[in-house]
């Protein structure tokens, strides 16, 4: 393959090559796709129910409770 673009034999993504014409997409389909969607919604339904542990409370609470300083870079 050289700069001046495709070689022979090459045809646009999604293209037949012999014909030119645009070919249906290979991927899930709609009915693998909601299902995959329902079990990870389902997943982060029970992490979301989850309690914050203390130690990140913590953590969250001492970052509010500080000031920002001058910014040494200006």
Known sequence: MDDNG????????????????????????DHTQKRIGLHLRAMYDTIVQQPVPDRFRDLIAKLDATTPGPDPQT
């Open 6 to 29: 495709p070689g022979p034999g090459s045809s646009p993504e999604g293209a037949d090559p012999k014909t030119g014409d645009a070919v249906p997409e290979q991927g899930l389909s």
